[in-house]
């Protein structure tokens, strides 16, 4: 008898050979997948301790958004449609150095997961400070997480001395390195930028002793590959090379500006890389190369980046921009098939995040990672292809249930076990003192 | 004592003033609205028919989505990611030919208003063929509409004999003049490239002897551009100019291709334009210059286009689709601002097409078309900013009431009146020879 069953619906497994059951059935035992195929209309459904009717809605492994800052969500909308560094350094910077608390980044991050959950997000990678806060809530919301305490040298939320940013760092990962089996830490180095070459492999040494990924932020303004330019004599990949840090455990994060050495040097290295097109549209940074990327063999995940520059969580509008943003700039609409943008929010972005042997597609022996979409929700319909209408027509609001390891955190569009406003209220609290 | 009474919530009024009240209080009469502004905490509620309490979230205007083809609804996600002219040929002129029936086109059409009413769009230009067949369902799901009826110089739906597009068109427009307070007939000529010369000249001696709104797609493509060149030795709206088709009455539509002479002349003309950035990337047509067109002092709606080129019909997404867009096209985060995204989709949409005197705002006098935003929605929290949060955070199922004219078409998500399953079923047995 199975733990779980999952029927009616068209089950997009997103396997290698991109099965797709247009009538299928899916069982759970614990947090596994134990099976999955199509499901013979004649036959009756075998014993299970729960059945669920997917209602003929779409079935899809949950989405892995691969680069959060999670505790930004008080700052959705606070500073739009300003130029970089005006946003940066008079509403950013100074709203993280007021309102960036342990009580505050609790209540921000809580509301981040329940976006997250509610839209079909099971996995995160996020990178921020008080790390170990936000892994604290993300805990208790029961999502899927690679968190990385951030590394930069300036002073920072939690870190007021940058002295102590690897320390921090190091903490932070023995203290969660068993604690939660959903949660695997993370190094998160800021930029190379904003970390001299001394503090970047620091960084690395850490990560690579612990066995954990480096997260870090890539040539995401054009103005930064000419500072790097300017203060190396090289390119930000090719110095991240030079320092050591390029391997399949560091995930850059952005790589607007990368050049066609930079992607051949990331993708011999087997570095992976996290493309933001809403973040990168909204702050007018640029249109990353995501074609060349994927030509060059690069391992491409999606983020929604923090909600300061996007403004909201819902991988499902990132699929679709991603889609429709690299057709427009190659006048062609034959790149980033649906099916392209699809695999980015789910077993690439398992790959680039280092979880593609347990999460991103519907395989038996996977964690029980799973999404329903709503058969009932208009936008649905007519379904002729259940790729397309994922990338193409839903959003995170047609999201009906959401399954994280086996559990249901989100059953019917409501959260499991928590009621909104308590998440809610804290957060317009928190947020207050920026009106 | 007022008919309906709308309080707590935020009231974004999209006048010329952009006047928002934090909380604010308005009033309903019949169809128009009588009363607005900021309520004293300490004031009583008037008493009224209906008193709504919007809970804390946001009230705009109802949106107008400039441009639609209701009944292509039937082909979401049936052909995508393909060339221009294969999706064209080989797909869409195909399915169009052997599906595009009176009764399929009733199914489509109810389920694109449910899909618009449940997205907060209270008013809709759409055009397309069969066009007594969408009025019908248009003025029995209770949206208001500027309805155009087809004339291309191929045969077409319900116009096998090209010769005769002129005189449907013109029936259609007698028939619906008066027959719905919400509807107004129009004319939408295919295009340019589509329709000679004496097709257009007839089309428009028709628009403007009726007193109605000539639609039509202008530069689309770059390939139409130049098609055009060759065979009139001009651009598409020195074409148009000469032809005498441009004039306040005339909404052109894409405009992706217009260089500067044609959005002078255009201006000059006081024609206005319709953008629809999510079909222009999908179908890798371009990125239209509408910087340009706003310095230029045109009118610009916001249209989602049909639902084989999108594949949804969410003017959220499609205000943030405008804003991040260009802002990426020109380097430059400050252009298209959230404030003008949400114009474009209230009441330069409702002055594009020529009701904006009736419509677009939240003003003493104008008709009750009213949306309200779910204040329990995670994606609305916290509330820096109304108008970011609109355009940039929300999304069509953000919306929880839609009030169209006076009268409630959704409340607490749902359709009144309609069964969505009824809705669904038809349009899914429509679709169904299509697989």
């Known amino acids: 008898m199975y733990d779980l069953l999952i029927h009616n619906g068209t089950f997009v497994t997103v396997d290698a050979e991109e099965t797709i059951y247009p009538n299928g059935i899916l069982a759970v035992d614990g947090n596994q997948i134990t099976a999955i195929g199509p499901r013979p209309d004649s036959d009756p459904l075998p014993p299970a301790g729960e059945t669920v009717d997917a209602g003929g809605g779409i079935v899809l492994p949950g989405l892995v958004n691969a680069h959060t800052h999670l505790p930004m969500v008080l700052f959705r909308g606070l500073a739009d449609d300003l130029p970089l560094m005006t946003w ?22 809580r509301l981040s997961c329940a976006e997250l959950l509610l839209a079909g997000v099971t996995t995160c990678c996020d990178g921020y400070f008080l790390e170990d806060t936000v892994a604290g809530v993300v ?34 990962i023995q203290q969660w390195r068993t604690r939660c089996p959903l949660i695997r830490p993370s190094v998160f180095c800021h930029a190379p930028y904003t970390c001299g070459p001394e503090t970047l492999q620091a960084a690395k040494a850490l990560a690579r002793a612990a066995g954990v990924l480096l997260q870090i932020h890539v040539a995401e303004t054009r103005d930064e590959v000419s500072q790097m330019r300017a203060r190396y004599g090289c390119s930000p990949v090719v110095h991240l090379d030079r320092l050591g840090l390029l391997d399949r455990d560091t995930l850059m994060v952005h790589g607007v500006w990368l050049d066609d050495a930079e992607i051949a040097l990331a993708a011999d290295r087997g570095a992976g890389i996290v493309h933001c097109p809403e973040s990168n549209m909204k702050l007018g940074a640029g249109i990353a190369p995501v074609t060349r990327f ?4 690069l391992t491409v995940g999606l983020g929604t980046d923090g909600c300061a520059s996007n403004n909201n969580q819902d991988l499902f509008k990132e699929m679709d921009a991603a889609a429709k943003l690299h057709k427009v700039a190659s006048s062609d609409p034959t790149v980033v098939s649906a099916a392209e943008a699809l695999n980015m929010a789910t077993i690439d972005g398992a790959r680039a995040i280092g979880l593609d042997a347990a999460i991103g597609s519907l395989e038996v ?24 209408q994922a990338v193409y027509a839903a959003g995170g609001d047609c999201v009906r249930d959401t399954i994280v390891a086996g559990r249901f955190r989100v059953r019917n569009r409501r959260l499991v076990g928590w009621e909104l406003k308590s998440i809610l209220a804290p957060v317009e609290k928190a947020a207050r003192p920026l009106r």
């Open 88 to 109: 940066l350094n008079d509403h950013i910077f100074p709203a993280e150095a007021a309102l960036i608390t342990p009580p505050n980044v609790r209540a921000a991050t």
């Open 365 to 388: 022996g996977k964690q029980a990672d799973i999404i329903i979409l709503d058969g009932r929700h208009p936008r649905l319909h007519p379904l002729h292809n259940p790729v397309s």
């Open 139 to 172: 805990e208790e919301m029961g999502l899927r997480a690679v968190l990385g305490q951030g590394i930069i040298d300036t002073p920072a939320p939690g870190v007021a001395d940058p002295e102590h940013n690897i320390a921090v760092a190091k903490a932070f």
């Open 294 to 297: 994927l030509a060059a063999g």
